[in-house]
């Protein structure tokens, strides 16, 4: 079985400042993962996923992850916050197998940016 | 092109009603999955079809819960005698290819008063 702890549900940070979102995962086969973004009343939107080889993997609006195997960790960053990043992130698995793709997520964590 | 829609976006039952949720995945898509998303929480695996077979309903919380897709395209979610529990944003999901990306829908929000 495979699971996710996002550290924090709630972040906040200055504009302009380093965002980082914290997310951990338990899998007993090599993970697929993924950051997805909701804004208020939306469906959720693909950041970025990881699945094999490179470990550091560039998603879209300037976030990136690094899978690190060693800590079973896959945080997201993104250098300079802006306002419009204010929503709730969730980290997710998918650990293959006979799962077809479906996703484990996060409790998620609520990014709030302050002018 | 168009997306995944859901319909209705927001319903409202009162306890006991049974409810049906509509997700039109992306054209051509082969895999579909439901999620709940109970408040403040992260979505929850419901089931998922491959075309017009359920293949994985282990999500689903009690028999009253009953997902079909007979096509292999749109779906239906249906929950019968709702219960407050229900209370929850269903979102659909759909995908070209098994273990690929995942498009999600707006989602429904249903509240069982």
């Known amino acids: 079985a495979q699971s996710v702890t996002q550290l924090g549900s709630h972040v906040s940070v200055s504009e302009g400042a380093l965002v980082l979102l914290r997310c951990n995962y338990s899998?007993?086969?090599?993970?697929?993962l993924f950051w997805y973004v909701q804004y208020p009343n939306q469906g959720l939107q693909l950041l970025l996923k990881?699945?094999?080889?490179?470990?550091l993997v560039k998603g879209i609006n300037g976030f990136e992850a690094e899978f690190k195997k060693s800590e079973t960790s896959f945080h997201l960053t993104k250098p300079s916050a802006h306002m419009s990043d204010a929503a709730e992130y969730f980290c997710?698995?998918?650990?293959?197998?006979?799962?077809?793709?479906?996703?484990?997520f996060g409790q998620g964590t609520i990014l709030t940016v302050h002018p | 092109g168009a997306g995944v829609s859901q319909s209705p976006r927001y319903k409202v039952a009162k306890r006991g009603q049974d409810v049906a949720l509509r997700c039109d995945p992306i054209?051509?898509?082969?895999?579909l999955f439901w999620y709940q998303q109970a408040l403040g929480q992260g979505p929850e695996f419901l089931t998922y079809?491959?075309?017009?077979?359920?293949?994985?309903k282990s999500g689903l919380p009690s028999d009253r819960f009953f997902a079909e897709r007979p096509e292999g395209s749109v779906s239906t979610l249906k929950i019968q005698r709702t219960q407050q529990e229900d209370s929850a944003v269903y979102l659909c999901?759909?995908?070209?290819?098994?273990?690929?990306?995942?498009?999600f829908g707006p989602g429904t929000r249903l509240t069982v008063l």
């Open positions: 999901a759909s995908s070209g290819q098994i273990y690929n990306e995942q498009f």
């Open positions: 079809f491959q075309n017009e077979a359920q293949l994985d």
């Open positions: 899998s007993s086969v090599p993970p697929y």
């Open positions: 997710a698995v998918n650990a293959g197998g006979t799962s077809y793709g479906k996703l484990t």
């Open positions: 054209s051509g898509h082969v895999s």
């Open positions: 990881y699945t094999t080889g490179a470990t």
